[in-house]
């Protein structure tokens, strides 16, 4: 036999050659499992052609690092054929540890398979040396070489399963492995080749025309090498690339979250808004039919927001908004959906299937809420009404559920407000009504069914009549006459109250110029602004106009706003009462004591009159602090210069004790109802314009008609 010998250098760079050759294989198992579609196709063909070219370098080189006392050569076809095997043996490795599972069966079947194609690569490439006569392998040392084979691909197999998904120490890790493996492809090529005999007389056919041994074996190493290597950095490259993609990904995931989230909640309170509600109410309908259990909806309207938002303006009413849906989270459970659909209006869906439940729900927020807010430094307070609907089966279309529970909503408001109230069949009529009472109101105006009344008004200490309040009423042609509380908040609403505003001036300043022209001289017309008809640019020239038209002095026109109109943007409101004041005409702050005056404002405002608020006048007799509120006004009035007005006097006790007091003028029930003009001069006319003028009309009283909840804003 001839006995070969090795070359250390040459099979140290096999050795090399074979553990890069692994590291290889796992990276692109690692890049072949992470990507999907046309690339991982693209990584699983590239990193077949790596993956085999390595091996079969390192094959090569093994072969190159022996040799015999005879000259040796290979085949180039033969051994070209022998790469196409490695080539494929690795297409198959890497498609197997890519399948989303590796069982044990498929992993025996798995290794058989590679380790055969390991072997045939590997005795493919003996027989490129064409020997005559041919190698004889030892059967042991062959079989031991093929179990080898076996067993690497087999532990090569499920290493590079394992390691295919990336963790934080996945290089050490797969380095590690890439060792072993290199070791194990080695050994199965030594053990090959320890296997191989080679009789004395043998002689290799390629000697000549074949390959030759000496230049190629670094061609081999520079050629695997840069294969190996360029799949590697095409692989990080492409790593890098994905990452960078993963990120922007990601954060473009975030933004549309973001988005979404935007669209479907409350940019104030964060609460879910209306779309979002009423997706989750259909939700609920469809989960309440299918399971047979019932859900309630709470529609929550604040009371007395305007108020704070116009005393203190809208950032401290935002803040309010924020807290008061704060406290309401606070209460409700997580499978409950609390929404924010308008300004101050909430609706609650809760999982509350018996009345007594709700009722109960609905107390605690109504507690919640109604306790004091501190908002930057301003204390406030509001109250919640609640209307509540149980939904507890059947066909109910979801925007029937809400405008239910909006019913019983305004049904708790006129119950008071700061309570709740169950929905009953009758409540829609009220609704359907409102709605009429809607409609009517734009033709009001144009069909002249807008009336006013008046009240006179008498200086307390002579008795003398000094005036009138003229006070709106609408003759409605089916309702009867309709008080201003019934109709007002709703044409601020939608927007009437401004060609209300400016026909009741105009009225107030004919009518004025008529008491004139009857010898009525020394009368005042008071006529109440809402608050959206007080911040219109075109109040001044409105004032100005029909006192110019109707002939009046300014110091016979009154105008009233309330105490809470003054005081929603004071700067402006002073610049405004500067103006009308210029004119000459005279100021009175109406409802005095219910709102949130500052006493520093107080002192600037070019007002003439204060009208005490008639709740305090409501309780004067029956001893209680009203009669101390109502001193410290006068008292008040008096060091800024205000005449003091109180209304409502309904009683003589109360005209004793206000006049005592220090009031200058009053108004009220027991001095003279509200009354169409030609009916105040008649009783003026009997009475001699002294005390209690008597209503000459009110033997045909006016027909009070139903209180018809109306949409205010409060
Ligand atoms: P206000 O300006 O405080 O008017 C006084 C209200 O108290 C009137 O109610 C009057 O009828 C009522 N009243 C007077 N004396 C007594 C009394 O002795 N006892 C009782 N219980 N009530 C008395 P009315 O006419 O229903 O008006 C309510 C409010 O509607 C007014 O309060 C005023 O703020 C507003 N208002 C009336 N007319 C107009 C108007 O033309 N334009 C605007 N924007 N608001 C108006
Ligand atoms: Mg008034
Ligand atoms: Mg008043």
């Known amino acids: 036999m001839l006995v070969g010998s090795y070359n250390v250098w040459l099979v140290l760079a096999s050795l090399l050659i074979a553990m890069l050759a692994s590291y290889t294989a796992l990276d692109m198992a690692g890049r072949v499992a992470e990507t999907q579609g046309k690339s991982a196709r693209w990584w699983l063909v590239g990193g077949s052609v790596a993956m085999g070219i390595g091996i079969w370098s390192m094959h090569f080189l093994g072969m190159l690092a022996f040799s015999l006392p005879v000259p040796m050569g290979y085949d180039p076809a033969i051994t070209f054929l022998s790469l196409l095997i490695a080539i494929a043996s690795s297409a198959f490795a890497l498609w197997m540890v890519c399948r989303a599972k590796l069982s044990w069966p498929r992993l025996g079947i798995g290794a058989v398979l590679m380790g055969a194609g390991v072997c045939s690569m590997h005795y493919t490439g003996m027989a490129a040396m064409r020997m005559t006569p041919g190698i004889q392998y030892i059967p042991s040392l062959f079989m031991l070489s093929v179990l080898i084979a076996v067993v690497a691909s087999g532990a090569a197999l499920w290493i590079a399963f394992r390691l295919r998904q990336r963790s934080s120490n996945i290089r050490l890790l797969r380095a590690g492995a890439a060792v072993v493996m290199g070791f194990a492809i080695a050994g199965m090529h030594y053990t090959g080749m320890a296997a191989a005999q080679f009789p004395k007389n043998s002689t290799c056919a390629m000697a000549d025309a074949g390959l030759s041994t000496g230049w190629m074996a670094l061609l081999i190493i520079v050629f695997a090498l840069s294969v190996l290597s360029i799949a590697l950095i095409i692989s990080m490259l492409d790593f890098r690339m994905e990452a960078r993609t993963a990120v922007l990904a990601l954060s473009l995931d975030r933004a549309h979250q973001e988005l979404q989230f935007l669209a479907l909640h409350d940019s104030l309170t964060k609460l879910p808004n209306r779309t979002l509600l009423e997706d989750r109410l259909d939700q609920e309908i469809e989960n309440a039919k299918r399971n047979g259990k019932a859900f309630s909806v709470l529609f929550l309207d604040l009371d007395g927001f305007k108020q704070v938002n ?75 009404s609640v209307g509540i609907t149980l939904y507890s089966g059947g066909d109910v279309p979801r925007h029937e559920l809400l405008k239910n529970a909006d019913a019983a909503m305004y049904h708790a408001k006129a119950l008071g407000k700061n309570t709740y109230c169950f929905f009953e069949v009758s409540m829609n009529e009220d609704a359907q009504k409102q709605l009429q009472v809607l409609h009517d109101l ?195 009035g008096h060091t800024l210069n205000l005449e003091i007005v109180a209304e409502g006097v309904e009683t003589v006790a109360q005209r004793e004790f206000l006049t005592s007091l220090g009031c200058s003028s009053l108004q009220g029930f027991l001095l003279g109802r509200p009354m169409p003009p030609e009916q105040l001069l008649a009783a003026v006319a009997q009475g001699n314009a002294a005390w209690e003028l008597e209503d000459v009309s009110l033997s045909r009283a006016p027909k009070l008609v139903a209180q018809i909840p109306v949409t205010a804003n409060t």
Not at 314 to 341: F, N, P, Y
Not at 570 to 596: C, E, N, W
Request: overall charge negative.
């Open 310 to 384: 116009d005393a203190f303006g809208h950032q401290v009413g935002d803040l309010l908004l924020i807290e008061v849906a704060t406290r309401i989270r606070a209460i409700v459970r997580a499978r409950d959906t609390i929404a924010r659909v308008g300004g101050d209006e909430f609706i609650l869906l809760a999982d509350t299937a018996e009345p007594a439940d709700a009722a109960n729900l609905a107390s605690k927020i109504i507690a919640a809420v109604q306790k004091p807010y501190a908002i930057t430094d301003h204390d406030c307070q509001v109250t919640v």
């Open 442 to 636: 734009r033709l009001a105006i144009d069909r002249g069914e807008l009336v006013l009344y008046y009240q006179p008004k008498f200086d307390a200490h002579t008795g003398t009549m000094i005036g009138a309040e003229a006070l709106i009423r609408w003759r409605h042609p089916e309702h009867g006459l309709l008080l201003p509380g019934e109709f007002i908040p709703l044409a601020e609403k939608i927007g009437l109250i401004l060609p209300i505003g400016e026909w009741t001036v105009q009225e107030a300043c004919r009518q004025m110029r008529e008491w004139r022209a009857a010898g009525y001289s020394g009368w005042t017309v008071a006529v109440n602004l809402s608050a959206v008809q007080f911040n219109h640019p075109g109040l001044i020239e409105l004032v100005r106009h029909n006192l110019e038209r109707y002939a009046l002095e300014p110091g016979c026109l009154v105008l009233e706003i309330t105490e809470s109109t003054a005081m929603r943007d004071p700067d402006t409101s002073m610049a405004i009462l500067q103006k009308l004041h210029q004119m000459g005409v005279r100021i009175s702050i109406d409802d005095f004591g219910t709102g949130y005056s500052s006493l520093l404002y107080l002192k600037r405002l070019p007002a003439g009159e204060l009208k005490i608020d008639r709740g305090f006048v409501r309780d004067l007799a029956q001893e209680t602090d009203d009669a101390a509120i109502i001193s410290a006004i006068v008292a008040l």
